[in-house]
């Protein structure tokens, strides 16, 4: 199975490997909405611990290249680092088409131009607000010839991922310098008018299958630690469980 393949190049998959292939089985399902380019040269915004850029540089093949960036430091992350987790990927069987850097902003740093295709995948929500997120779309169209993006849609489709929405609003209310993932949550609407005013024309919008995902846990479990109390927090610790949180939807559009 090409899932299981992948993840095992990820740091991740010798603690939690059941995790880590149904994380790398959904961001194959997000690549087959988007169409990668065989041997095409990509540009990935906010690649974190490597999980989209190890499915970006299998799909692409062996004359393919994948530079993703992010602004976070080698130390950010836990229990592995990103820095941890770029290293394992780099040195494993897709090293070569890879090019991972850190504390890199596209807004201010040389990241090139000319790619094939722009990537950013769940990373709009960990942008410090919506007016940066649309600077970054604007750049974009300088960086490449077509976009593909995907999110979590914060409008729940059953009852049962109303907890997930719960952590993503409680962490909206933390404030100042944090390290917290969600921290401003977009609607799709909201990133739809956002690419309109950039100049992107969506191709296509699909529904992703988020339900084999463990993001409802993980982010559930922050927002009880660190959010501020609130309403959402009150209401949070009265409806989550332990475990087997529900996702929230999520959305993979393409534009040019």
């Known amino acids: 199975m090409r899932a299981a393949e992948i993840a095992r190049h990820m740091a991740a998959w010798a603690a939690s490997p059941d995790i880590q ?5 959904y961001r194959l399902q997000l690549a087959e ?23 970006l540089a299998d799909l692409a093949g062996p004359n ?8 976070a430091s080698r130390d950010y992350g836990a229990p592995v680092t990103v820095g941890q987790s770029a290293r394992h990927l ?30 950013l995948a769940h990373c709009s929500w960990y942008f410090a607000s919506a007016g940066l997120l649309e600077r970054t779309l604007a750049k974009a169209r ?19 991922q109303l907890p997930h929405l719960l952590a993503v609003l409680a962490q909206d209310r933390i404030t100042g310098d944090t390290d917290v993932n969600v921290r401003a949550p977009l609607t799709r609407a909201t ?36 959010a501020p109390d609130g309403l959402a927090k009150e209401l949070l610790r009265q ?7 529900v996702p929230l939807p999520a959305y993979a559009l393409t534009a040019r």
């Open 21 to 25: 292939v149904a994380q790398t089985r």
């Open 33 to 55: 909405n988007w169409q990668i380019p065989v041997g095409g040269r990509i540009l990935e915004i906010g690649c974190g611990q490597g999980d989209m850029t190890a499915v």
């Open 64 to 71: 393919g290249t994948v530079v993703g960036v992010d602004v």
């Open 90 to 119: 780099l040195d494993g069987p897709l090293g070569a088409r890879i090019d991972m850097r850190f504390e890199t902003d596209v807004l201010t740093d040389d990241v090139g131009t000319g790619y094939d295709l722009v990537v």
């Open 142 to 160: 300088e960086l490449g010839a077509r976009l593909a993006f995907a999110e979590w849609d914060p409008q729940p489709a059953a009852v049962d």
């Open 191 to 226: 990133v739809l008018d956002a690419l309109g005013r950039t100049g992107w024309e969506v191709e296509r919008v699909s529904d992703v299958d988020t339900g084999e995902l463990q993001d409802a846990d993980w982010e559930v479990a922050i927002a009880l630690h660190e």
């Open 239 to 245: 409806s989550a469980a332990k475990h087997g949180n």
